[in-house]
């Protein structure tokens, strides 16, 4: 029933390396984000897919590439993990990219050891 | 560019309204949103109000848009320990600005 999922719910792993976090929306949405949220609840969008096309690529590094096989996922992946990488990260969806609100997942914790 | 600022506090006690307050620069928002976010979990959409209305009721939750000031406010009433979160003010013009979240605190 899960409207905006993401997997995994935890990831800790060690500085240097690659992971992947996977994102899925049942909602029918065309649109789909990826959200930051760093130590002090400060959320910066990050980048957002339109029917699989990029509209938002935030200033990021170029370690993060998003992947969107299908409208319905949206997937992150981070190459080089660094310390400063540790946050939670939010997927969502809305029905278009015009403004409909957004819905979000329950985030991904991410710890760099 | 766009900015959204609110209070980062709140403080209540149980029964009483709860309003708070945000501000933002965009004067092309189309869209501006509230969201409540609870320890460990996502943002859930408490409410939303597109820039042409001035106010919008949803049971215990008003939402008032000055456009003129660029403000817009939440009121909660009634409020009750579950309403314990942080509130993020959000608007929508070419991307989608969120503001750094107000902490509410309510005492019972």
């Known amino acids: 029933d899960t409207a905006v999922s993401q997997t995994p719910k935890y990831l800790v792993t060690q500085m240097g390396n690659d992971k992947s976090i996977k994102c899925e929306q049942n909602?029918?949405?065309?649109?789909m984000y990826w959200y930051k949220q760093d130590s002090k609840k400060f959320l910066k969008i990050m980048f957002s897919y339109n029917n699989k096309e990029l509209i938002i690529n935030e200033t990021v590094p170029n370690r993060f590439s998003p992947k969107s096989p299908d409208k319905a996922h949206l997937n992150l992946h981070i190459n080089s993990l660094e310390l400063g990488d540790s946050a939670v990260y939010f997927c969502?969806?809305?029905?278009?990219?015009?403004?409909?609100?957004?819905?979000f997942g329950d985030g991904t914790r991410l710890s760099i050891l | 560019g766009e900015d959204v600022e609110q209070s980062l506090f709140l403080s209540v006690r149980e029964g009483d309204s709860s309003v708070i307050n945000c501000t933002y620069t965009?004067?092309?928002?189309?869209?501006l949103y509230w969201y409540k976010q609870e320890p460990g979990a996502g943002l859930q959409l408490l409410t939303y109000?597109?820039?042409?209305?001035d106010m919008k009721q949803d049971q215990r939750l008003t939402v008032l848009l000055n456009k003129k000031d660029k403000h817009l406010s939440l009121r909660i009433a009634d409020t009750q320990t579950g309403d314990s979160a942080i509130y993020f003010c959000a608007e929508r013009g070419f991307k989608t600005i969120f503001g750094a979240g107000t902490r509410l605190f309510v005492k019972a």
């Open positions: 969502a969806s809305s029905q278009d990219s015009e403004g409909q609100p957004q819905h």
């Open positions: 965009d004067s092309s928002s189309t869209y």
């Open positions: 109000i597109f820039s042409n209305m």
């Open positions: 909602l029918g949405h065309d649109t």
